[in-house]
């Protein structure tokens, strides 16, 4: 079985301009999450999908963050305009149902904004 | 905001030697996960004690867990150069799976 997919796998910007993820789960998995990971740190959520709607983005900095899950399978997290600060590691995970335990990771998108 | 405070923030032993990792947390949880991350890669679950549960094994590792100091120990027996990673505690709580992490203890297996 394959696992999470993520692409690209390091990105590097100059600040101001746009990014973005692309993320596939494994195949079946309904819950698809977006996390940030900071450097020495461990991952933040960012966005959880279930299906197609997002239903925790409360961590999503809405002014320059946006995410879709169209047909509730693949995802895009996107970054516009990126800042310095948004280097980091942005993780995808998915599991099979909302109430399912464990998560199944991507190996992450490294992006470094210059 | 992080949930989870692993303790040591790093670990250097030599192979064969048992390493010990602990978790504290600050709310009440429905279970209490542990990943592994290598270097450059995404997260592994490697095990997952609810919290009416207070020991749970997996091959090498062992987990415990006290609800009452709200905190829970990871130990790799019989260490290998394999296990160097980074390991993570993670809190789920009542409702939907979310996980809070903590910031992870470093783990260095020397041969």
Redesign the interface.
């Known amino acids: 079985e394959a696992g999470v997919v993520q692409s690209p796998r390091y990105k590097i910007i100059e600040k101001k301009q746009p990014v973005a993820f692309w993320c596939n789960p494994i195949s079946g998995h309904n819950t698809l999450y977006w996390y940030l990971q900071n450097l020495g740190q461990g991952p933040e959520l960012l966005i959880r999908y279930e299906n197609e709607e997002a239903v925790d983005d409360s961590q999503l900095p809405k002014d320059r963050f946006s995410a879709e899950r169209l047909k509730g399978v693949d995802s895009t997290l996107k970054i516009q305009p990126a800042e310095l600060g948004d280097s980091a590691v942005y993780l995808c995970a998915s599991s099979p149902l909302r109430d399912y335990n464990e998560q199944f990771f991507g190996p992450g998108t490294r992006l470094t904004v210059l | 905001s992080?949930q989870?405070e692993e303790d040591p923030q790093a670990l250097s032993i030599q192979e064969g030697e048992n390493a010990t990792m602990n978790c504290s947390y600050k709310t009440s949880i429905n279970?209490l996960?542990w990943?592994r991350q290598n270097s450059?890669?995404?997260?592994?679950?490697l095990i997952?004690i609810r919290s009416n549960e207070r020991e749970k094994h997996s091959g090498r590792l062992r987990v415990t867990l006290d609800t009452s100091k709200k905190s829970s120990s990871l130990l790799i027996t019989a260490s290998r150069a394999a296990d160097t990673a980074s390991y993570?505690c993670?809190t789920?709580g009542r409702g939907?799976?979310?996980?809070?992490?903590?910031?992870?203890t470093r783990l260095a297996v020397h041969p």
Do not use: E
Request: hydrophobic letters at 40%.
């Open positions: 992080q989870g279970n996960q990943y450059g890669r995404g997260l592994v679950h997952l993570f993670a789920s939907y799976n979310k996980l809070i992490f903590g910031a992870g």
